[in-house]
């Protein structure tokens, strides 16, 4: 059975991915001047390699490495 708290972890991870895939997208689109699909693959990029991060790192509390991360994305 899956704790409330790493339920918390994950859900905090995921809005705090969301705004930064958001903000990631709006700077790359906005200040950089790239059309909307680089953007967007920036973006989504940035966002994807963070959550990867931060729910091994704090919501799974097992280490990140190249091979789980290959298979996440």
Known sequence: MV???RFTRF???GIANTLV???AFLAA???LGLNQAPSNLLAFMLA???SYYLNARYTFLVPPNRWRYLAFV
């Open 29 to 31: 689109h906005l200040e």
């Open 11 to 13: 859900a905090t991870v």
């Open 21 to 23: 895939h958001w903000l």
């Open 3 to 5: 704790s409330f708290k």
């Open 48 to 50: 994807a390699s963070l």
